[in-house]
């Protein structure tokens, strides 16, 4: 059983379309960062939320933070193909702040 | 460009090679991390140094040998790989307090490399 677990595994949908993709944990985490990975780049940090209920917002892509810090969502407005990556989350374990990632969010947005 | 470069981009090796791989960061950070990537599989952290002091190892087989001869330059050193090792090797560094322990990474970011992708054969 993974730490975090990343829903869905892939998401195929057409430009335009509004989508969600969630991290969820039964661990709390002192901090949760989300990074978008491309076909043969490594992974690239999008935003980093520390505070339970935090909403942070990065043009059409909207991060929020669970209450109890165990879970988030990135929701994506408007979706363009240059949104087409591997999103990841990453959280850093409160107890001893190992960080931790999800297998990820395959995303590809047709146009 | 994340200032973090690998070297080689690829490499296919077989079971019986020597090979390392090379992890520089031009971002005058402290830390610096070799990550595993498996197709489905979550990022494996493998080795973490700070100030060129190797702080982690989590259970990486002898056949992964890390070497960090300054804050700027990350090696790995492969020998005798099983197929299963095949994967995509990311290097990655961050600007980490040196006397905070665990606490000093809550918020510390990350920036990766572009990655080796090694077959073994």
């Known amino acids: 059983t993974q730490l975090l677990e990343q829903s869905p595994q892939f998401l195929s949908i057409q430009e335009g379309e509004n989508l969600t993709v969630y991290c969820n944990s039964s661990s709390v985490f002192s901090s949760l960062q989300w990074y978008r990975q491309e076909p043969g780049e490594g992974p690239v940090l999008l935003v980093t939320?520390?505070?339970?209920?935090e909403v942070k917002k990065l043009k059409r892509l909207t991060f929020q933070f669970g209450d109890a810090r165990k879970d988030s969502s990135l929701h994506i407005t408007a979706a363009q193909p240059g949104d087409t990556g591997l999103y990841l989350c990453a959280g850093r374990v409160s107890n001893n702040n190992d960080m931790r990632f999800g297998a990820g969010t395959r995303l590809t947005v047709k146009p | 460009e994340t200032g973090v470069t690998q070297t080689p981009r690829h490499l296919v090796m077989g079971m019986t090679n020597k090979k390392s791989l090379k992890c520089e960061q031009h971002l005058g950070h402290n830390a610096m991390y070799w990550y595993k990537q498996s197709a489905k599989k979550p990022l494996e952290l493998m080795f973490v140094?700070?100030?060129?002091?190797?702080?982690e190892n989590n259970s990486v087989p002898s056949r992964f040998s890390p070497e960090c001869p300054n804050s700027s330059h990350l090696f790995l050193h492969l020998h005798t790989l099983q197929p299963e090792d095949s994967a995509l090797y990311l290097c990655a560094s961050s600007q980490a307090p040196r006397t905070s322990g665990r606490a000093g990474f809550k918020t510390d970011t990350q920036y990766f490399g572009p990655g080796t992708r090694l077959t073994v054969l």
């Open positions: 140094y700070n100030f060129k002091e190797q702080t």
């Open positions: 939320v520390v505070t339970g209920g």
